[in-house]
């Protein structure tokens, strides 16, 4: 298994590229199989996720063609073709290492009429049910059965009705699925109390491109007129605003200056307004945000939300940039129960962080120290590389896997702003 060596005490400077959103990506990707018209998504990230969902958007017998980008091109573009299924079933194999499949499921339910998706797996952060895809999918007419760890979904006469569904808690994924299904319903449907992450609001203007009518786009009440079919489009996905974060949190960490090329500032406002209460410099020009360090960071009290508020995906990495900062920070986990894995290895690198429930408590130190460390979900591996971009000596960060489904290429973005870092094969 490969590992990331990390050499830290070099400030970022220079320009990084902002890759395609990997939450947008794979869910416009699953809007291939609401037409059998072509779907062309452009800035799909080169990521483990991509590939594993392209797996599974193969085994439904939709094919897929990568055109035209070069190794050495962030990036790429993709065409899908699902002019006819032949399997309506996500199997346990393909879905277990991939979450995010379970956004098959509604979609595919609006155009074959069942589905059948394998129950998912994915990240450990928590428990992470999918009762509420359910409740809001049997809510615009599904018919819902459980088995052998697999849920099956029927839409009764081969359609579904459209409804109206309040969500209880604010869910991004079961918000994505329940309007995927809606735009092929035999009806109107009422989303209320729905998700409103920027990565809905790309899905809502996919589907708007592929002919669907939704209204309320960007607000927390969807409208959705279904419509007897939807064409092909072809769309870029928009830029990774939790990858242009991570990369924010390791510039200011570092005492640094970077300009993220591609990210956009009204995307990623709460983590801009949290960077600059810390004593970070943002500033947005036509097609970049630059972030520079500007003196000691000072400690921060924050609270994870649903968008707009401050985002799960960014909680970690704050935590690394803070573990320096001037003072105490508080940082609130409210949406996972379990969260906090980086904490014990930022630990060992000599961050000072007490946890009590769903509450950490940081105090800030003079210095990190390299360490050998491994986390076991995304967000957190890269607040232990942002940590060893500060760390004096070596940090060593195993199980990349988790790295790879989620930044594209992260040592090579690196290196391009002078981090001192390597991904080595272990022996
Ligand atoms: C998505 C993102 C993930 C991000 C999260 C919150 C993707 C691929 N993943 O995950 O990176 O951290 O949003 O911004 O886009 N819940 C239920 N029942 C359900 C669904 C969710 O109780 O049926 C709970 C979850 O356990 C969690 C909360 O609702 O406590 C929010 O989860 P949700 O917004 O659904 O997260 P995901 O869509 O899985």
Redesign the pocket.
Known sequence: MDKILVRGGKPLKGKIPISGAK?SA?TLLPCALLTDEPLTLRNLPRLADIDGFQHLLNQFGISTMIAGSRPEDFGRVMTLSATRLTSTIAPYELVRKM??SILVLGPMLARAGEATVSLPGGCAI????????LKALEAIGAEIEMAAGYVKAIAPKGRLTGGTYTFP??????TENVVMAAVLANGTSEIKNA?R?P?IVDLCNLLVAMGASIDGIGTSHLTIQGKDRLHGATYRVMSDRIEAGSYACAAAMTGGDVELLGAKMSEMDATVDALRAAGVMVEESADAIRVKANGPLQALTLETAPYPGF???MQAQFMAMLCMADGASVLTET??ENRYMHVSELGRMGADIETKGRTAILRGVEKLTGAPVMATDLRASMSLVIAGLVAEGETEVSRLYHLDRGYERLEEKLQLVGADIERVGAD
């Open positions: 939450n794979l979450r995010a928590g428990n992470r049910p999918i009762d509420l895809h808690v604010v869910s991004v994924g079961a998700a992450e990565e985002a799960t995906d949406i996972f």
